[in-house]
């Protein structure tokens, strides 16, 4: 008995059949029976690997004992239905760049049940510039069979980076203190954006000299604060202003009292200072001072002024002469030496200049001639001021006075009257060519002159003897040839030399 007969192959399960790709082949096999024997084993090769996507055959083959084989084969369709599986990606937080934005990178990774090869899209993708703020990134994996998952992310740009504040004008600052301050101010960048403005903390007295500080603060609108300070410096450096008191320049006349009205200083800072006074005044010396009036505030700064004081002498000597007429009595036929140094003098007002030269025109010592002379004397002192006085030098005859022939008689009688002149030696002088000039009055009214007479030895009533003396017949009568009434008269002479400040005298002569 020949066995021709193979085994018959039972395939166990779908055939074909259904697996999904990357899941664990398991063969649910085949069996075998066969005429002969009652067990034969069944052998399945051609597919272990289920990762690709395909249509697979599985051959099982089954040999009896006689050597009789068959094959069945079953056909496995690897199918890929599942998505990749994104490796989920975590939040991101990062702090954006000077520039407002930041540069994000991210790794997007999947897995797949399939060996096939994977697309992985996000969207914005790794690398893109971020702004501040929250972002959603979304990845979306494809595999080759068109499976697709999508998984989502937040990429945070934080705003970390405070305003940069950019301060105006020079730092530090110097200010003259009591000027007015006027803050330069600061201006302020910021990579995202500046919410209000800039706030300044400190403040500056420019009254009270130092150092101050001011703080300029922004705040973004993330939060984030940036300042920047600034130094000022008040410094005092402006001198006070001084002010002269009263006039400038003062003139006053030497040897008077000076006073000096002074002078007053204020200080932007300090206020009212005082003033100190260097220099003086001698007003007994003439000629131009100056004082110098500083003040010094309490930086010490300092300032002057000067005042300038004029002292000038503009009063001329007191020149002292003598009454006039100065009289002389003649002295010899050229006339008189009339010495009145010390009868003159010349003295300073305030003794500026203690000895003024004094001048006298003519001078003292001169010979006089019979008469009258102006004497002028002129006073100068140092400072070239002069004043003159005059005086009258009378030179002339002196006598022994109007002797009457009778003190008293009746109105109308003959009453000669007698006189002469003399020289210095006490002789009578030959005034035979003097003018006579003979005057009666009532002594006790010296303003009723009843009599005024003129006239030389030739004249009617004048006669000049020979001891040089003279005489007037006197009738006892007016200018009129009256008789007068009664009273008491007094005479008196002149002559051309005397004139009336050199008079001869007679006692009171009684009319009855």
Sequence with gaps: VDDVTGPVISITGDNPLTVEAGEPFVDPGA???????????????????????????????ATDTFGKTSISVRTVSVKDTTPPDLVPIPDITISASPSGDAIVTFDAKSDDNAATAVQITCVPPSGSIFNVGVTTVTCTATDGSGNSSTTTFDVTVEDTTPPAVILLGANPLVVEAGSVFTDPGATATDNVGIVGGISVTGSVDTLVPGIYTLIYTATDAAGNSGSASRTVNVVDTTAPAVSLLGDDPIEIEAGTGFVDPGATATDIVDGAIDVTVSGAVNTMVPGTYTLTYTAVDAEGNSASVTRQVAVSDTLPPVVTVPDSPLFEVIQGPAGSIVNFDSLVSAIDPYLIDPSPTLVCVPASGSVFEAGETTVTCTGTDASGNSASESFVVSVGYDGYGIIPTRTSTKAGNSNPLTWAWRDATGQNVDTSDQMQELRIIECDNPANVVLDEAGDPGSSGFRFKSDYEWEYNWQSDDKFGNPLEKGVYCASVTTELTKESQSLESPPIRLR
């Design 31 to 61: 069996t075998a029976t066969d005429n002969v024997d009652p067990v034969v084993d069944v052998i399945a090769t051609g597919f272990d690997d289920p990762s690709l996507p395909d249509d697979y055959d599985v051959t099982y083959t």
